[in-house]
């Protein structure tokens, strides 16, 4: 196995204060949309804390998601930005961000969504509902929900669609019952994906408005708790979210203005973050097929998957920019690279994660850069993230991280590894036998 001559053995952090992914989903208004985060509420506390950063201050997230770093920072009356380039998630996460919105104003408009759900019920003769559902939702819908259950979704789903609502109250329905959709779903709704032929017999028969009525309750609950548990000078402080793309911030992020960055980028492990949310896409009819999904979100994100890559297209190239800037990165990358072309050629699927690495790196390059240009000096950029070995070939994506960190400006960087993954696989003849890690990659700006 090679090896980068700049790798030391990173050294493992004691990570009780850094929390799991599971303190997010039993926490409130963190816990509206299961989403893969890469890191706790908690460590994002944690960050904060051991970087001094106080009300006043700037925290930025160039990978938002559903809005993790964002809303630590507004509990504590930090200012912060963030950037999201999914349109779906960065809906999720403005709606987390939103604790201004007017209660009676939800509970106005969740009457009425409910007459009309009601009142179309009762209209609705049985006989049409197949033919129905049909016209309006792909197959994989119809395989996920019983048709009374789905009747009932799409009469919700309309009502907030149709109903003289202020986009406020929109955010909370369309967050609220996409957050009630797997719950319901006969389908196996496995994380992250859904498998529509294993049946979850614990749906059946749950009555769909009802669970709709009382997430809109928990959610309105959540937000008076938080607002009751935040720092009393929240609401001084300013969050600018962004459906935009972390490469090309420019325009929406001035020069040295934050003070420090939180964030967990997608890995390399050929994650689709545009697959995560097909049941959702094709539930508010926003695609009706892969090619919908590829078109309006997949083309957006950095490159992590290979889903995401047609082999005619050149970006994969490694970017003279990046070879320039850093040259020990750059030989390791293709060497790397070449390995993959060939062995991609003698296994099945043929799997282009030859190209894979090289696109994903030319996108993180393109963002540090970014993240170097907004940074102020004497501060910090922390990226959560794990490494991988697509066809049992170690990218070590927390140092290269870090070496590109240095190539763009940046003056140290240390590697804290937070968890070791995939040994459970070691003995799986089909798997590869590499201890994949979990680190904290932190840039410093002199
Ligand atoms: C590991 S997730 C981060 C999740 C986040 N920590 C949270 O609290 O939900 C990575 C995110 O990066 C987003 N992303 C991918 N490419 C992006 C880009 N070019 N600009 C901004 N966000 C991007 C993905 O859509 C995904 O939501």
Redesign the pocket.
């Known amino acids: 196995m090679r090896q980068l001559s700049f790798i030391e053995i990173p050294k493992t952090v004691e990570n009780k204060e850094w929390g799991t992914f599971k303190d997010s989903l039993r926490a409130p208004i963190h816990n509206w949309f299961t ?5 706790s509420f908690k460590a994002v506390e944690s960050s904060i804390r051991n970087n001094c950063i106080r009300q006043g201050q700037v925290v930025y ?9 964002n809303l630590v920072a507004k509990k504590l009356a930090i200012n912060s930005y963030g ?4 349109p779906f ?1 960065f809906r999720i996460a403005r709606t987390k961000m939103n604790w201004e919105i007017d209660e009676d104003d939800i509970f106005h408009s969740l009457r009425e969504v409910e007459k009309r759900v009601i009142n179309r019920k009762r209209h609705f003769a049985i006989k049409n509902i197949q033919a129905c559902l049909e016209k309006e939702f792909p197959d994989l819908i119809l395989k996920c929900f019983e048709n009374i259950a789905l009747m009932d979704l799409l009469s919700i789903r309309n009502a907030v669609l149709d109903g003289n609502f202020t986009e406020d109250v929109k955010d909370i329905f369309f967050v609220g019952l996409t957050s009630i959709l797997r719950q319901v779903s006969t389908a196996a709704t496995g994380w992250p994906y859904i498998a529509p032929n294993k049946h979850k017999s614990t749906s059946l028969n749950k009555n769909v408005l009802h669970e709709f009525i009382r997430m809109i309750h928990k959610m309105v609950s959540d937000i008076r708790n938080t607002v009751h548990e935040a720092n009393v000078n929240y609401p001084k402080s300013s969050h600018e979210i962004f459906n ?4 090309k911030t420019k325009d929406l992020i001035p020069d040295l203005s934050v003070d420090h960055v939180f ?4 890995y390399l492990n050929n994650f689709d ?1 545009a697959d995560r949310t097909r049941l959702e896409l094709y539930f508010w009819g926003e695609a009706k097929n892969w090619g919908d999904i590829s078109e309006n979100i997949r083309t ?3 490159t ?1 998957a290979t889903t995401q890559i047609s082999r005619d297209d050149p970006k994969y190239q490694l970017l003279d920019e990046l070879n320039k800037s850093c040259p020990k990165v750059c030989a390791f990358l293709k060497a790397s690279i070449s390995q993959l072309s060939e062995i991609r050629l003698t296994r099945g699927g043929k799997k282009s994660y030859d190209l894979l690495v090289g696109g994903y790196f030319n ?1 993180i390059y393109q ?1 540090i850069l970014e993240v170097y240009r907004v940074l102020k000096n004497n501060s910090k950029a922390v990226f959560v993230l794990g490494d991988s070995a697509p066809y049992g070939i170690h990218i070590p994506t927390d140092d290269l991280i870090g070496e590109i960190g240095l190539g763009v400006g940046f003056s140290e960087y240390h590697v804290d590894v937070l968890r070791e993954r995939g040994g459970k696989w070691k003995d799986n003849p089909q798997r590869h036998g590499i201890l994949l890690r979990e680190s904290i990659v932190t840039l410093e700006k002199a």
């Open positions: 989403y893969p985060a890469g890191f997230d160039p990978f938002m998601g559903s809005g993790t770093t950037i999201e380039a999914h998630v935009a793309d972390c490469r964030t967990s980028p997608p973050y957006r994100l950095i992590s996108d963002m």
